[in-house]
């Protein structure tokens, strides 16, 4: 299978050298390409500014705004089977980028933000690859993880809690929760994250052979 798998967080230039941004470090999006690689799947990784080295074998298209991550994605899943949204997309970006360095003044300062593109809404409603989003949750995990499901028009939806600062963003551990479309759920419990994304790429390949019966 195609897999186009997107990590990291991306970059919101405020001024010349400024940026708005979130805390990812890409290690899971990295790993869950390791797996397909290994399961021997075609990769592209599509990243925003991370420090790992990229899996050997993916096809690596660096971006830096979510912009540039909404247009790379578009072009990528033209042509592929299943689309992994694990990037930390900036859900905000300001209404306007200063082009020259913004002055300290000694007085309250405040930054105007509009919404980012939603990447994930932005996918054709009607289309012939599976889709996997992640959901970062501090708090719900399961009432969010499901209502992104639906509203996102996902098939896959893998949650991610937050509330344990040992695991998910920045550790090199992890524990998630899958929600389908159909309703189930599956939960890999704390590993390493090269362990969760071998098995989630596992459980990825059977529910999109599933959907994507014409194909495979
Ligand atoms: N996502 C996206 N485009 C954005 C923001 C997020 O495609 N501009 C994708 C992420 O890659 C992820 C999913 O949407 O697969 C959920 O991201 P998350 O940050 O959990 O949720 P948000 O949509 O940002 O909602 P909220 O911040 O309110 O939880």
Request: charged fraction near 25%; hydrophobic fraction near 40%; aromatic fraction near 4%.
């Amino acid at each position: 299978m195609k897999f186009v798998i997107t990590a990291g967080p991306t970059r919101e230039p405020i001024d010349p050298i400024r940026f708005l941004s979130n805390r990812s470090s890409g290690k899971m999006g990295y790993a869950i390409a390791a797996a397909a690689i290994e399961a021997n799947h075609e990769v592209v990784l599509i990243s925003g500014p991370v420090n790992p080295p990229p899996p050997a074998g993916a096809k690596l298209v660096r971006v830096i705004t979510s912009d540039e991550m909404h247009e790379a994605v578009q072009a990528a899943v033209r042509d592929c089977d299943v689309l992994v949204m694990c990037a930390a997309v900036s859900d905000y970006k300001p209404a306007r980028v200063a082009e020259q360095k913004i002055k300290k003044r000694n007085e309250k300062f405040s930054l105007e933000l509009i919404p980012a593109r939603d990447i994930l809404k932005s996918l054709p409603q009607s289309r012939n690859f599976f889709v996997v989003g992640f959901a970062a949750e501090t708090n719900d995990v399961e009432e969010h993880a499901r209502a992104k499901l639906a509203t996102k028009n996902c098939d896959m939806m893998v949650a991610n809690d937050l509330s344990d600062p040992n695991i998910g963003m920045e550790s090199d551990e992890n524990a998630v929760t899958i929600f389908s479309r159909g309703g189930e759920s599956a939960k890999i419990s704390r590993a390493s994250k090269k362990t969760v994304a071998r098995e989630l790429v596992k459980i990825i390949c059977a529910n999109a052979k599933k959907v994507l019966t014409k194909k495979f």
